[in-house]
């Protein structure tokens, strides 16, 4: 098992990220902050965003689950399907071949943290009609080639023989951190794929907001639970694998197959825009 791309601190890769502005909090549990915001909108808008481990997602709607009849919708950053599941290049391990998995053969990093706890979410009948799974099937397809980590580093407007904003900066080293990894030990040469911005990016599209493309279908997924965490392939097994049915038109979770690959980096390039001037109308 190979140690997680983007490092121990999921933010590894740059030290331009800003200081805390305020102290964390310990006077209340996260489970319930969340479901204190998300009650404290107007019902059937808000979303949920997972882009880590499930286990608080899970404790979550396990507490409260009256917050289902009151979500829009849950989207979550996770899984891997394989098998020809989409045309992403999913990575090959020498001496192995081909695997989908990130963090073992079989399973990708935020599910296999915690395969019970995206297990009770995706066998939640009432749930699962409102999830989206961004799988690696999906982010796959969304590589940082080297004209776009140009695009990242410089924008659009301005010359790169000038110095890039530290905005700037900070993403492209974030983004960049675990090139190597995907070249060496996956080789995907073209550039790291990216992940979690796909799961707020498919809410634009949902609320028609931008026009990305999403195309996806309808899915019962079951998640492996059997086998260990650890260093031993026999003892882990295929732990944390995400397994998929077709459900049909109506049910299930939804699992986007592909999407509109230059508009979503024209959307992120225009964001990247739009925090420059944010900084610097702060700095001003």
């Given amino acids: 098992m190979f140690s997680y791309p983007v490092g121990i601190s999921g933010l590894d890769g740059t030290d331009l990220l800003p200081a805390l502005a305020v102290s964390p909090r310990s006077d209340e549990s996260a ?12 019902k059937g808008k808000p979303w949920l965003v997972a ?9 979550l709607f396990a507490s409260f689950p009256d917050l289902v009849e009151h979500i829009r ?12 599941f989409t045309k992403a ?4 391990i020498k001496g192995e071949g081909e695997r989908f998995g990130n963090v073992s053969a079989w399973a990708e990093f935020n599910i296999y943290c915690d395969p019970e706890a995206a297990q009770s979410i995706f066998s939640n009948e009432e749930l699962t ?11 796959h397809q969304v590589l940082a080639t080297s004209d776009i980590q140009q695009l990242l580093l410089h924008g659009r407007s301005k010359p790169q023989t000038e110095s890039p904003s530290s905005i700037r900066r900070m993403f492209y080293e974030l983004s960049m951190f675990f090139a190597h990894t995907y070249n060496d ?3 995907i040469a073209a550039g790291p794929p990216l992940h979690d911005p796909l799961a707020v990016a498919v809410i634009l599209d949902e609320h028609g907001l931008d026009d990305l493309g999403f195309v996806g279908r309808n899915w019962s997924v079951e998640v492996v639970t059997n086998g260990e965490h650890g260093d031993s392939a026999v003892e882990r097994g295929k732990l944390g694998m995400t397994k998929i049915e ?7 979770v939804t699992i986007p197959e592909k999407l509109n690959v230059a508009r979503f980096w024209e959307i992120l390039e225009r964001c990247l825009e739009r925090a420059e001037q944010d900084v610097d109308s702060r700095t001003t």
């Avoid at 882009?51 to 404790?59: D, E, F, H, M």
Wanted: charged share 10%; proline share 3%; glycine share 18%.
């Fill in 129 to 139: 009609p409102k999830i989206t799974l961004i799988t690696l099937d999906l982010t």
């Fill in 246 to 252: 077709y459900s049909g038109d109506t049910g299930g």
């Fill in 89 to 92: 290049p999913m990575g090959h």
């Fill in 31 to 42: 489970v319930l902050a969340m479901y204190e915001a998300l009650k404290a909108e107007t």
């Fill in 73 to 84: 919708g849950l989207s979550i950053m996770g899984g891997a399907i394989g098998g020809g």
């Fill in 185 to 187: 030990v996956f080789d």
């Fill in 51 to 59: 882009t880590g481990s499930l286990t608080n997602v899970a404790l």
